[in-house]
């Protein structure tokens, strides 16, 4: 078993970091107003114990600790074991992976659950707009990775992430204003108020974005409201948001071009693959506006508590490649009910329900090669897609210091597809069961380590389930078309080992080491022009193990400190049998190292930061060496000021221009070193912001 080696050093380092001489303390947290805060809405040290009775690997972070919150790799930059592949690096849709799960998908997103609130927030297929999301609106992102998810609906191998809305309760209001290079422009606008047992906020935001390369402007509009009413044993909050996005895709380059000009596009030059795909002509973008409506109801006490959540949403979303436009008008519904109990003596018990459709329409056409336009229309399917979950769960106290938790979730997942254009018709089921068997030690009051073993499922999501076939030339012997694919669930057994805990008061780390064993991966295929063209299951296993590590803290410095971070994600991933036997999965970073150290000195905190992939990453699964995305060091600077109500900042990116691929598309095998394969990341940047808290 090559992963033994792994996980034996880790263990072996395991009792050594526990032989502290005197308790540790995790490092203080303060909350304000955290007597007024509702459970619905968690205090962050109150998720903070919710997450502590998991027994496996959670982050918690809070975004409004941040300085610029413009995108999600701000609010999520420094946390272990979740891997942001920007895109553009404005205001469109990265790719997200946690643990792998989700990173076949570009350049749609799918692989983890995404939550607003505690409520499913992706389509009931399992795709998300990960776009949609705010991070200026959110108090705490809770992060449950793998197995480690904790509602109903959350089987998939990357777990789950979810955003909670700042209240009433939090602020009273906040103005913020940013402005940065490439025309980058942000602003928000937020009043909330709290009385006896009512609270509500409501936050108006918009963005704009200028692009460091040729078309790739992108702009975001937002407003969310939440209105909570409580008593003390019943709380309802009702939720409401509102999101218009939209970006130009500037599309890929093949390696040369990105070196040579990595502001350039395809359509700069007179070369036949310019002509071919020129960006300007054929305009590629997407555009996408959803709004969201929501109720959640808790009540009751420790001895028996439920909870009760609708959420009604509508996704209208155009998402068109230089060769294909497809647009979707999607109506997802859902629901979810939880109860917790305490039986007398050493048990706690939990049961869950929850329920989603969506019923889309989806049309294709192929592109105008002149204008953009729609041309040939070959696909229009009436889609709908149904989840259906059972989650039943026990934690046994065998000890003062050991607790034995377990779950089982059951499932079913319905994936129905008519083609109205053919009249072909695909109906798919999945029943499936996902089992979790887990174990807390907890020899010192803040010292905890963990381990378990688990079970993942994932249906295919319709960007899966429809490929399409055309080519970027209109040739009547091979007209467009689509099919409708036959797949089965993507499966995996898993076991984590890990801890969390403070060496000092100016130490915490946390560690998780896991292995995956994948049965029938979701693999998706880009064809030579470097748009999507299907999904098929991998014939052989694969393998998913790695390590995910955070060190951070805070050192008194002659009446000041120093303030650092770092997060390290290790991702060992390959193909077991098959056609690619032993081979690297193509798309994973194999290291990736985020670090920051700030100097704090009264109001001001300064210093670097630093993102470094030290290896190449392979983006073919053959793993062709001349493909490979290189490594790259990207250096920044951040100048943090805040006093009162106050805040303001100052920050650099790429302070080096380092020249580098973001991201690219994921091949079987890279056709010819001039195929359009990569996506230039940002050159050198300053943003600077200010708010005021009310």
């Given at each position: 078993?090559r992963?033994?080696?792994l996980l034996?050093?880790?263990?072996?380092?395991m009792?050594?970091?526990?032989q502290?001489?005197e308790?540790?303390?995790?490092?203080?947290?303060?909350?304000?107003?955290?007597?007024?805060?509702?459970p619905l809405?968690p205090s962050v040290?109150?998720e903070?114990k919710?997450?502590?009775?998991?027994?496996?690997g959670?982050?918690?972070?809070?975004?409004?600790?941040e300085?610029?919150?413009?995108t999600l790799r701000?609010?999520?930059d420094y946390?272990?074991?979740v891997v942001?592949?920007?895109f553009?690096?404005?205001f469109?849709?990265?790719r997200?992976n946690?643990r792998?799960s989700?990173?076949?998908?570009?350049?749609?997103?799918?692989?983890v659950l995404?939550l607003?609130?505690?409520l499913?927030?992706?389509?009931?297929d399992?795709?998300f707009?990960?776009?949609?999301?705010?991070?200026?609106?959110?108090?705490?992102?809770?992060?449950?990775?793998?197995?480690?998810?904790?509602?109903?609906?959350?089987?998939?191998?990357?777990?789950?992430?979810?955003?909670?809305?700042l209240?009433?309760?939090?602020?009273?209001g906040r103005?913020?204003?940013?402005?940065g290079?490439?025309?980058?422009?942000?602003?928000?606008?937020a009043?909330?108020?709290?009385g006896?047992?009512?609270?509500?906020?409501?936050?108006?935001?918009?963005?704009?974005y200028?692009?460091?390369?040729n078309?790739?402007e992108?702009?975001?509009d937002?407003?969310r409201a939440?209105?909570?009413?409580?008593t003390?044993?019943f709380?309802?909050r009702s939720?409401?948001?509102?999101?218009?996005l939209a970006?130009?895709?500037p599309?890929v380059v093949?390696?040369q071009?990105?070196?040579?000009d990595p502001?350039g596009?395809?359509?700069d030059k007179?070369?036949?693959?310019?002509n071919?795909?020129?960006?300007?002509r054929?305009?590629?973008l997407?555009?996408?506006k959803?709004?969201?409506?929501a109720?959640?109801?808790?009540?009751?006490?420790?001895t028996?508590r439920?909870?009760l959540?609708?959420?009604?949403?509508n996704t209208d979303?155009?998402?068109?490649?230089?060769?294909a436009s497809?647009?979707?008008?999607?109506r997802?519904?859902g629901g979810?009910?939880?109860?917790?109990?305490?039986w007398?003596?050493p048990?706690?018990w939990?049961l869950?329900?929850?329920?989603?459709?969506?019923?889309?329409d989806?049309?294709?056409?192929?592109v105008?090669?002149?204008n953009g336009?729609?041309?040939?229309r070959?696909g229009?399917?009436?889609?709908?897609?149904?989840?259906?979950?059972?989650?039943a769960?026990?934690?046994w106290?065998l000890?003062e210091?050991w607790?034995v938790?377990?779950?089982i979730?059951?499932?079913?997942?319905?994936?129905?597809a008519?083609?109205r254009?053919?009249?072909?018709?695909?109906?798919?089921?999945?029943?499936y069961a996902t089992?979790?068997?887990?174990?807390?030690?907890?020899?010192?009051?803040?010292?905890?380590?963990y381990?378990?073993?688990s079970?993942s499922?994932?249906?295919?999501?319709?960007?899966e389930?429809i490929?399409?076939?055309?080519?970027?030339?209109?040739d009547p012997?091979?007209?467009?078309?689509?099919?409708?694919?036959e797949?089965?669930?993507?499966?995996?057994t898993t076991?984590e080992?890990?801890g969390?805990?403070?060496l000092?008061?100016a130490?915490?780390?946390n560690l998780?080491?896991?292995?995956s064993?994948?049965?029938?991966?979701?693999?998706a295929?880009?064809?030579?022009?470097?748009?999507?063209?299907?999904?098929?299951?991998?014939?052989?296993?694969?393998?998913?193990?790695?390590?995910?590590?955070?060190?951070?803290?805070s050192?008194?410095?002659?009446?000041?400190?120093i303030d650092?971070r770092?997060?390290?994600t290790?991702?060992d991933?390959?193909?077991?049998?098959?056609?690619?036997?032993?081979?690297r999965i193509g798309?994973?970073?194999?290291?990736l190292?985020n670090?920051e150290v700030?100097?704090r000195?009264?109001s001001w905190r300064?210093g670097?930061?630093v993102?470094?992939m030290p290896?190449?990453t392979?983006?073919?699964h053959?793993?062709?060496?001349?493909?490979?995305?290189?490594a790259y060091t990207?250096?920044?600077?951040k100048?943090?000021y805040?006093?009162?109500?106050?805040?303001?900042?100052l920050?650099?990116?790429?302070?080096?221009?380092e020249v580098?691929?973001?991201?690219?598309?994921i091949?079987k095998?890279?056709?010819?070193?001039?195929?359009p394969t990569?996506?230039?990341?940002?050159?050198?940047?300053v943003?600077?912001?200010?708010?005021?808290r009310?």
């Open positions: 078993m992963h033994l080696p034996v050093a880790i263990a072996a380092a009792p050594a970091l526990s502290a001489n308790p540790v303390r995790l490092p203080a947290i303060d909350v304000s107003a955290e007597a007024e805060k509702a809405q040290s109150q903070q919710r997450l502590e009775r998991v027994p496996g959670t982050n918690l972070t809070e975004p409004q600790q300085t610029r919150l413009a701000d609010a999520l946390q272990p074991g942001i592949q920007e553009f690096g404005g469109d849709t990265p997200l946690v792998g989700g990173i076949q998908s570009n350049p749609v997103n799918r692989g995404l607003q609130d505690g499913p927030l992706n389509e009931a399992g795709s707009v990960i776009g949609v999301l705010e991070p200026r609106d959110t108090a705490l992102v809770s992060i449950r990775r793998g197995a480690n998810a904790i509602t109903p609906s959350a089987t998939t191998l990357g777990g789950e992430l979810d955003f909670q809305s209240t009433g309760a939090d602020e009273a103005v913020r204003l940013e402005t290079s490439f025309g980058r422009q942000g602003w928000q606008a009043v909330g108020g709290q006896e047992s009512l609270d509500g906020r409501f936050s108006v935001s918009g963005n704009r200028d692009g460091f390369r078309h790739s992108s702009e975001r937002s407003l939440n209105l909570g009413f409580y003390d044993d709380e309802n939720y409401f948001s509102w999101t218009d970006f130009d895709i599309f093949p390696k071009r990105l070196e040579d502001e596009v395809l359509g007179a070369t036949p693959l310019d071919l795909f020129n960006v300007y054929r305009d590629p997407r555009e996408t959803q709004w969201r409506l109720n959640r109801s808790r009540w009751g006490d420790e028996l439920q909870d959540g609708f959420y009604v949403q979303d155009r998402f068109k490649s230089p060769v497809t647009e979707t008008d999607s997802t519904f979810q009910w939880q109860l917790n109990g305490q007398t003596g048990l706690s939990r869950g329900l929850a329920w989603s459709r969506s019923d889309m989806r049309t294709l056409n192929a105008n090669p002149q336009s729609n041309a040939t070959f229009d399917f009436d889609l709908h897609a149904e989840n259906r979950h059972v989650l769960g026990l934690d106290q000890a210091d607790v938790t377990g779950d979730k059951w499932g079913q997942a319905i994936r129905d008519d083609d254009q053919n009249g072909e018709t695909l109906d798919q089921s999945w029943t089992p979790k068997l887990g174990v807390n030690w907890t020899p010192a009051p803040d010292l905890r380590w381990a378990n073993i079970r499922q994932e249906a295919p999501t319709y960007w389930i490929a399409s076939n055309l080519t970027p030339t209109s012997n091979n007209p467009p078309n689509a099919e409708l694919v797949l089965d669930l993507q499966r995996a076991t080992l890990g969390q805990g403070a000092s008061e130490l915490y780390w998780a080491v896991y292995h064993r994948v049965e029938d991966e979701l693999m295929t880009t064809n030579d022009s470097g748009t999507a063209s299907g999904t098929f299951n991998y014939a052989g296993k694969t393998r998913h193990q790695g390590v995910e590590a955070g060190l951070s803290g050192l008194p410095v002659a009446g000041a400190a650092y770092s997060s390290w290790y991702s991933f390959r193909f077991d049998g098959g056609e690619f036997d032993d081979n798309g994973v970073p194999r290291h190292v670090a700030l100097y000195i009264n300064v670097p930061n993102r470094w290896v190449d392979p983006v073919d053959v793993n062709t060496d001349s493909a490979d995305q290189e990207l250096l920044g600077f100048i943090d805040e006093a009162g109500p106050w805040r303001g900042y920050q650099g990116d790429n302070l080096t221009d580098y691929a973001s991201s690219y598309v091949r095998k890279q056709p010819n070193p001039n195929a990569y996506l230039p990341g940002n050159g050198r940047s943003s600077a912001g200010i708010s005021y009310f």
